[in-house]
Every structure is written in structure tokens, then in C-alpha cells.
């Protein structure tokens, strides 16, 4: 039962561990996937705030450009004679990022630049149809930037256009600012993107600068992307409109495995040019860096794990050890109750054992010691009172002898068991003729066989057999043995004596055709005071001694007996007595 109970407090234990053990699991995953979440939400707005430091850069660092060559414009009151060529010089020098800066005349043609080798002195618009964006300024009269263009040194760049007006908007030409795309991103995209890239592209998304692919460069973006998916096209959608934002995307990189990747992108807008800078990064790359919180996450969870299952582990301990202490403790008692229980037991069983004793005792002499005692008060007193005679006077004596005899047997029975049990029982061996013996004893009860009309047989072996035994204690036997089954057996039945010889013992066996004896009873009848029908065996008189005065007589010498019977039948007593008395045999007295 405990050791179930033992193994039910495991289980419970168990089960509450791993509910622990799931939950912390369970809320760590869920913090983990928080924590991921919240982490590429940063990750991307400081993407978003590195596109808008690139669109700012690009817009001040133009706008710089510009604002001096605008100021130049409108300051002159009549063109200088070296056409401006040594104010440009002192511009390109102060702010890097020109290739080239020249004035033409009214006329369109260049008439001066600086540096000189990069300037085509007496090149005229018109001639070489390249007179628009001239036109356009000198209309508007408004600084105009041309969309990106190669130069003829094969370079991206932008073309600004500056009018010049002198006195009372006098328009007298326009200063022209070659600006490669390289030389702006070179100066303003200074932070680095390891593992993913940055790119610009104007509102007709044209590829402008593009730090992982230097080659696309001047390609349409919507015919360069190699994974062109949805997100991504409504993505470069929205650069070209010049909207700023984040989203993600996936394209294949070099081994052409899908990737998702972040994108921020931010407008660059300044004067009529519209371009977009985007910044790219590759979520496996942000998910890199929540991987050391993970880590961390993971050694934090695998603690409280350990931690819980240690101490999961001593409670079932403990309750384990508990219960094995109670369980020790319940069988120790156990046990101890049950010798205890069986003592008592015994106790008890001897108890009604003395109880029974007693009663047969008492029955047996108030019956045995009354009757005769009667009998002998009557016959006295009839003497005493009654001149009767000598006749009379005679069989009276005689009945008070007889009683008299019968209380001294009683008397002598009672010693006997006495000695019996108190191992005290003294043999007087001798050399005897067991025939003799017999015949002694069917002397003894002839009379009482007679009155009963009962017929005795006997049956010796061919040779005459000696024994060495207490003489009188072994015709005590048999006389005993004969009585019972004289009183036992009715009118007119038979009695049969056998003695045979089996090497070492003798064997006698005294069979009657009587009334037998119960099975249930057949133990018992060699127990002191026992008789199997009280009523029935207190008219045939007796103290139930006998049987027990013979098995000591038998046992105190070494043999035994035993009975067999069939109630209603007959019974028949058998003995064995060892032809040699020896002197370990006489110890072996049964203690009734
Ligand atoms: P006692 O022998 O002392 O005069 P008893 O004959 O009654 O008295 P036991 O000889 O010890 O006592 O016998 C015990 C009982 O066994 C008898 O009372 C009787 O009930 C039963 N018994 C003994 N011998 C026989 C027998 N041959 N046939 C049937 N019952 C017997
Ligand atoms: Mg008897």
C-alpha cells in the first residue's frame, strides 16, 4: 500500500516538475519571439534614422554646392574678364566634390571653367543640341539640375544649372556644376552596412549608386532585381514617389537561396531632383545579433530547469524516505502485533484447553467420586438401621468394597497421570512372556466380558515371544485397552486380541465391534478427562483416564499408539512397545 502511495507522490512530484519545466520553456519561447519582434522594430528604425542621416547628407552637401554658385550668380554687376575662372577655382578647391565647373555665355557657348583639362572651352549648346536645360533656366530663371548623365568620361553625374543675370535681370548665361554621383555618395554615405547594402535610385529608378553592385550602376532598378516579389516592387513603387518608409522583402543571394531582407528608405528631394536612398540588410544578420540574447535566454532557462528538477528531485526524496520510514515502521509493528496476536492466541487456546480440563475434571469427579460415595452412605446407613441379614448384611459390604476399590483406582489414576506429566512415571523392567501377560489381563476383565456376553479371541505368533518391560504397567495397558472395548461395545459383540512380533517390537492390537469413535474426536480421546459422549460414557462410568495412563505407560517406553475406527462400527487400538526397554527412552513423556 505505501510502497503505491511511494510511487503516486513520484508521479505527482514528476508532473508538477515538468508543468515548471513546460511553462518555463513555453513563457521563454514567448519571450524569445517578444524580444526577436521588439528587437528587428529597433533594428529597423535605426536603419530607418541611417537612410534619413544618408538623404540629409546628400540634400547639405548639393545644397552647398549650389548656394555658392547661386550666390556667385547674383552677385556680379558685369561679367569679370577672366569669365569667372578664378572664383571657380576658389570654389572647387574650398568644396570637394565638383568635376568640373563652367560659365556659358549668352550665346551658349563655354567660355571658361575650372579645372581647364576637364573644361570644352568654345563649346557651343546649339551646335551639339544640348541647349535644353540653357533654355529652361534662362526662362525660369531658376537654378535647374539635370537628371544624371554619363559624362564624357563615362561618370554618372548631375549637371547643375545656374542662370546668371546681371543688373536688371539681365541675362548674360549660366554657370554649369558637373557633379559625379560617386563623388556625393563618396562623401556622404560613410556608414557601413556589413552584411547587406545601400543603394540610390531617382524617381525614374534608375540605379545610382549601389554599394554591393558597382556594375548595375545607370540600369533601371525594376529590370535589375533578380527576385522581382510584390513587396519589393511596391517598395521601389513608393522611392519613386518619393515616400519614405520600411518593409521587407526576398531576394536571392549569390549561392540563389531566398532571403528576407529589411529595407528603410528615406527621399532625398533637392530643388527638381527626386531620388531615394534605400538601406537593405538581411534579417538572418538581425536575428544574429538576438542570438546572444538568446543564448543567454537559453543558459537562464536551462538553470531554472536544473534548478527546478533539483529541487523536484529532493522532494521526492524526502517523500520517498518518508514513506519508507512509515512503511518500516508500519511492517515492524505489523509484525509485532501479529506475534503478539499470535501469543495471545495460544494463551487463549491453552486457556479454554485448562478451561475444558477443568470442567471434565470437575464432571468427571463429581460423577466418579459421588457416585461410589453415595452408594457406600446408603449401604452403611441400612446396616446401621436395619437388622438384616448376614446375607444381605454380605453383598452390602461387598458393594462398599467394590466402591471402595473403584475410589482407590480413581485415586491411584490421578497419581499416575500425575507422574505421567510430571515426568516421574518409574519402569521396572523385566524379561516377561508377553503370552502370560496377556493372559493375566483377560483374567482381569473375563467377569465383565461375561456379564456383557461379550467373546474375547486371541491371537499369539507361533513362537513364545519375550519382551523387557514394566510387567504390571504393560498388563495396565492391556487390561485398560480390554475395558474400553468391553464398555464400549454392546451386548454380545466381540473383542479380538492379535500380538505379532515386527523384529524389534512387539504389536498388540485390541479390535471391538463396538460403537466406534467419531473421527473428529480420535485425537482427543488420549487427552486426561476426555470422553467422546459424556452421558453416554458417565453411565458406563470412567474418568477418561485410561487412555491417557497408556499412552504415557507406552511412550515412557519407547512405542506409541494410535487408533483406527469407524464410527458406529467398531475401533481398533494398536501399539508398538520395542522388545529392549532403553534408558533414553523412558525421558519421552508426553507434558499434557
Ligand atoms: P476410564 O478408562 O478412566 O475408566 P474412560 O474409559 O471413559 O474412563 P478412557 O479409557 O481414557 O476413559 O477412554 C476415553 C474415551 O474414549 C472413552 O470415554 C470413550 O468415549 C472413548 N473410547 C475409548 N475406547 C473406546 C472403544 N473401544 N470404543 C469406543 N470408544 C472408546
Ligand atoms: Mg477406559
Known amino acids: ?163 546668371v543675370y546681371v543688373g536688371e535681370d539681365e541675362f548674360e548665361g549660366a554657370f554649369i556644376a558637373v557633379i559625379e554621383i560617386d563623388k556625393i555618395t563618396e562623401e556622404t554615405i560613410k556608414t557601413e552596412n556589413p552584411a547587406g547594402y545601400i543603394y540610390l535610385i531617382n524617381d525614374n529608378a534608375r540605379l545610382l549608386y549601389d554599394s554591393a553592385e558597382t556594375d548595375l550602376i545607370g540600369k533601371n532598378y525594376f529590370d535589375i532585381i533578380n527576385e522581382p516579389d510584390v513587396s519589393r516592387l511596391e517598395i521601389i513603387g513608393m522611392q519613386t514617389e518619393g515616400l519614405s518608409g520600411s518593409g521587407t522583402f526576398s531576394e536571392r543571394n549569390e549561392n540563389g537561396f531566398l532571403e528576407q531582407k529589411i529595407i528603410s528608405y528615406e527621399p532625398v528631394i533637392w530643388k527638381n531632383q527626386q531620388w531615394s536612398v534605400g538601406v537593405v540588410t538581411p534579417l538572418w544578420y538581425v536575428e544574429s545579433l538576438v542570438q546572444s540574447i538568446y543564448v543567454k535566454q537559453g543558459l537562464f532557462a536551462m538553470i531554472s530547469v536544473a534548478f527546478i528538477l533539483f529541487i523536484g ?19 515492524s509493528k505489523t509484525s509485532e502485533l501479529e506475534k503478539s496476536n499470535e501469543y495471545l492466541q495460544n494463551a487463549n487456546r491453552k486457556l479454554k484447553e485448562l478451561d475444558r480440563l477443568k470442567n471434565d475434571f470437575v464432571s468427571m469427579v ?67 512372556n508377553i503370552r502370560e501377560i496377556v493372559e493375566t489381563s483377560l483374567q482381569t476383565v473375563e467377569k465383565q466380558a461375561k456379564d456383557k456376553g461379550i467373546n474375547i479371541k486371541v491371537g499369539y505368533p ?52 463396538g460403537i466406534g469413535i467419531p473421527p473428529e474426536k480420535r485425537d ?12 453416554a460414557t458417565r453411565k458406563a462410568g470412567g474418568t477418561g483416564l485410561g487412555l491417557a495412563i497408556i499412552k504415557g505407560i507406552i511412550d515412557g517406553q519407547g512405542g506409541n499408539i494410535f487408533v483406527e475406527s469407524e464410527n458406529g462400527k467398531g475401533s481398533t487400538f494398536t501399539f508398538r512397545l520395542p522388545k529392549e526397554l532403553k534408558e533414553e527412552d523412558f525421558t519421552e513423556i508426553e507434558q499434557h
Not at 98 to 113: P, R
Open 313 to 331: 528531485s529532493f522532494i521526492a526524496l524526502i517523500l520517498f524516505s518518508w514513506n519508507k520510514t512509515l512503511e518500516d515502521e508500519v511492517q
Open 462 to 513: 507361533q513362537e513364545s515371544l519375550t519382551i523387557r518391560t514394566d510387567k504390571d504397567k504393560l498388563i495396565r495397558v492391556f487390561v485398560n485397552l480390554l475395558t474400553n472395548a468391553i464398555k464400549f461395545t454392546p451386548h454380545e459383540g466381540d473383542v479380538e486380541i492379535s500380538v505379532t512380533d515386527t523384529g524389534d517390537n512387539i504389536q498388540a492390537s485390541i479390535k471391538d465391534n
Open 1 to 163: 500500500m505505501f510502497a503505491k502511495k511511494s510511487r503516486w507522490n513520484a508521479i505527482i512530484v514528476l508532473i508538477i516538475t515538468m508543468l515548471f519545466i513546460s511553462s518555463i520553456l513555453f513563457l521563454g519561447i514567448r519571450a524569445n519571439a517578444e524580444v526577436e519582434e521588439q528587437f528587428i522594430d529597433q533594428f529597423t528604425q535605426g536603419q530607418t534614422s541611417q537612410a534619413q542621416q544618408i538623404s540629409n547628407g546628400i540634400t547639405t552637401f548639393l545644397n552647398e554646392k549650389v548656394t555658392m554658385l547661386e550666390v556667385l550668380s547674383i552677385q556680379p554687376h558685369q561679367i569679370p574678364d577672366d569669365n569667372f575662372s578664378k572664383t571657380f577655382e576658389s570654389i572647387y578647391e574650398k568644396s570637394k566634390g565638383f568635376y568640373v565647373i563652367e560659365y556659358v555665355d549668352k550665346n551658349g557657348t563655354i567660355v571658361s571653367g575650372y579645372p581647364e583639362e576637364n573644361t570644352p572651352l568654345e563649346y557651343n549648346l546649339y551646335e551639339n543640341e544640348r541647349s535644353i536645360p540653357f533654355e529652361i533656366v534662362r526662362e525660369t530663371g531658376e537654378t535647374y539640375i539635370t537628371d544624371p548623365l554619363t559624362t564624357f568620361e563615362k561618370e554618372l553625374a548631375i549637371y547643375v544649372w545656374v542662370p
Open 366 to 432: 463429581s460423577h466418579e467420586l459421588k457416585t461410589p460415595l453415595t452408594a457406600m452412605k446408603t449401604s452403611s446407613e441400612f446396616m446401621k438401621e436395619t437388622e438384616c441379614d448376614p446375607e444381605v448384611k454380605e453383598e452390602m459390604l461387598d458393594l462398599i468394597i467394590r466402591n471402595i476399590d473403584r475410589q482407590s483406582r480413581m485415586v491411584d489414576d490421578l497419581l499416575d497421570i500425575s507422574r505421567i506429566e510430571s515426568g516421574r512415571m518409574k519402569f521396572n523392567p523385566e524379561d516377561v
Open 524 to 535: 482427543k480421546i488420549f487427552d486426561k478427562f476426555y470422553q467422546v459422549d459424556s452421558t
